[in-house]
């Protein structure tokens, strides 16, 4: 959070810098801080560059008076976050001079540029005192989980502005607490009496997912074996997943002989001469397929509420097929597809817990793709 505070206050700066001109015509256009940054970093380049000098200390000028013109119109508003504008004014005047400190060229022209540094260190804390009193007071309301997000929140922002403040970081740990929703996610039941298969796999993956990559970092899921070690005072969600069925069927098997033939294939050679003509075969091809199918129930129960917030299916299916085949005849009848499936060893069919794994690779990302989007900005 503090970086990502620091890096909104100089990020436009950073960009106007990469620029190659002088900075004249943003000069001319009125924006002081790219004719600057302009200014700066052609100086940088050639330090004896006469058009970036003469941009560099009217620009500067104008900039410095427009961000102190912004300090004390901020400074006379009744805005409870005014003091934030302050400091992003003040951090991005002492980010020129930072900048002018390291460019020869440009200390030739602005010996000694402006600097507040205690008047930032004083804008931060006080505008971390609002933050952090805008905190407490959200905190004091933590059984809604609304105002403890807000409460956190609030204290991210003080303590990016003044790391060390007064007990932020004992009120952030409080914050948070309150506002986790702690969700379970349940085992799956065996999906087949009929089949010994193995199925813990299934939501192991999607438990893996769960605590190694944040969806959002006031949900956390927790397995039943970790709610129970950790002593939760309390569950607000549960996840359920059941296999509602899983079939292996439609058992599928064919055999067909068919006459396959190839014209213009070299038959004999006769006085040096190659002789024509077709080749035959009778090729039989040999199918077989079994299909699994079945649909995953997903559900979402709120403890306090007591009822189902979300309930999906899932369908998924899974196809296992094989070609082989035998011929007799002349090989050379055969297409190139025909002596692929003559190469081809016929298999059995798969185990029931191979098909079970291939029939749930879809769901697991289905699964994981509706926890996503529905706890993402809970």
């Not at 959070?1 to 900075?23: F, T």
């Not at 098909?355 to 994981?368: D, H, N, R, W």
Request: proline residues 3%; aromatic residues 10%.
């Amino acid at each position: 959070m503090k970086k990502y505070y620091h890096l909104l206050i100089i990020l436009g700066a950073v960009a106007m810098l990469s620029g190659c001109a002088s900075g004249k015509k943003a000069l001319q256009k009125g924006d002081y801080e790219r004719a600057v940054s302009q200014a700066i970093n052609r100086l940088r380049s050639n330090d004896g560059q006469k058009k970036a000098k003469a941009t560099l200390e009217k620009a500067y000028k104008y900039a410095l008076e427009s961000h102190l013109g912004n300090i004390k119109k901020a400074r006379a508003s009744n805005d409870i976050m005014k003091w934030e504008v302050i400091a992003r004014n003040y951090q991005y005047i002492n980010f020129l001079a930072d900048e002018i400190q390291r460019c020869p060229g440009c200390r030739q022209v602005v010996p000694k540029p402006a600097r507040y540094d205690a008047e930032l260190t004083d804008a931060k804390n006080k505008a971390a005192e609002v933050h952090y009193n805008l905190g407490v007071e959200a905190l004091r309301k933590k059984d809604q989980r609304i105002k403890a997000i807000e409460a956190h929140q609030h204290f991210q922002a003080a303590q990016a502005l003044a790391p060390r403040f007064k007990d932020v970081e004992q009120k952030l740990g409080v914050a948070l607490y309150f506002a986790t929703l702690r969700v379970v996610v349940e085992p799956i039941p065996s999906p087949s009496r009929m089949f010994d298969i193995k199925h813990e796999f299934f939501v192991n993956k999607i438990n893996e997912y769960l605590h190694n990559n944040m969806i959002n970092q006031y949900v956390r899921f927790y397995t039943p074996g970790e709610a129970n070690s950790q002593k939760l005072d309390y569950v607000d969600h549960i996840i359920t997943m059941e296999f509602d069925r899983f079939n292996l069927g439609n058992i599928y098997s064919n055999k067909t002989t068919t006459d396959v033939s190839r014209d213009s294939v070299v038959i004999a050679t006769r006085n040096n001469e190659k002789i024509y003509g077709t080749v035959k075969a009778k090729l039989t091809t040999n199918e077989k397929a079994i299909t699994g199918t079945g649909v995953l129930d997903f559900k979402v129960f709120d403890n306090g509420l007591n009822k189902v917030l979300t309930q999906e299916k899932f369908p998924s299916e899974y196809t296992w097929a094989i070609r082989w085949a035998s011929f007799n005849g002349d090989e050379r009848a055969l297409s190139d597809e025909e002596l692929k499936m003559v190469n081809t060893v016929e298999a059995s069919a798969p185990s029931p817990q191979f098909m079970f794994e291939e029939f749930t690779a879809p769901l697991y990302s289905q699964a994981i793709s509706k926890i996503r989007d529905y706890y993402r900005n809970y």
